[in-house]
């Protein structure tokens, strides 16, 4: 086991879980740097993740994130939960399930997490910290059907009530920022 952390919360639950849920333990990695997994799985990971599990199957290692910055450690076993529900995608993925979240916080998967910690539904579903939304900046307008649309950053898009695809006679013009 690789554990890319100093976070005593975090390895604790750790060892706790893998115990717990029978996990091999020796190709797994854990992190708490969102860099440092989304090195492992060659992609970027969104910073509105609370954690993240993914099987990288050229390597054979199961990674795991837990991004700190978005638990809210103000509740009693937020930690616990993130750590709890990404080794339980991993024991999915070792018995060969493999769905993923229905619905976040609201699905089997939180159900199995809740009794698991013994944590209650709402403590599973408001152990993140909400992500914050940028507010709407500009205003399009369609030239055939006059729908407005808000956006966060400027840009070319067309109608999507007036064409399914891109059309470029629908594009949508800037009319207030």
Same mark, same amino acid.
């Given at each position: &086991? ?10 604790? /639950? ?23 997994? $989304?090195?492992? *799985? ?38 616990? *939960?993130?750590? $709890?529900?990404?080794?339980?995608? &991993? ?14 916080? /609201?699905?089997?998967? $939180? ?57 470029? /006679? ?8």
């Amino acid at each position: &086991m690789i554990l890319d952390t100093v976070d005593d919360a975090v390895i604790f /639950h750790v060892h706790r879980y893998v115990s717990i849920l029978e996990l091999p333990s020796d190709n797994l990695w854990i992190t708490t740097s969102r860099h440092t997994y $989304a090195e492992w *799985i060659g992609r970027k990971v969104p910073s509105a993740y609370g954690g993240a599990y993914c099987f990288i199957r050229k390597r054979g290692i199961h990674a795991v994130l837990v991004n700190l910055p978005r638990i809210d450690r103000e509740q009693r076993c937020a930690i616990e *939960i993130v750590v $709890a529900e990404e080794l339980v995608h &991993m024991r999915d993925q070792l018995d060969g399930d493999r769905r993923r979240h229905a619905h976040h916080g /609201h699905d089997r998967i $939180a159900v199995r997490v809740a009794h698991l910690t013994g944590a209650s539904m709402e403590e599973v579903r408001s152990a993140l910290i909400p992500p914050r939304r940028r507010p709407l900046r500009y205003t399009y307008e369609c030239p055939k059907c006059g729908t407005r649309v808000g956006r966060r950053v400027r840009g070319t898009w067309s109608c999507g009530r007036c064409a399914s695809r891109f059309d470029p /006679h629908l594009v949508l013009r800037l009319v207030g920022e």
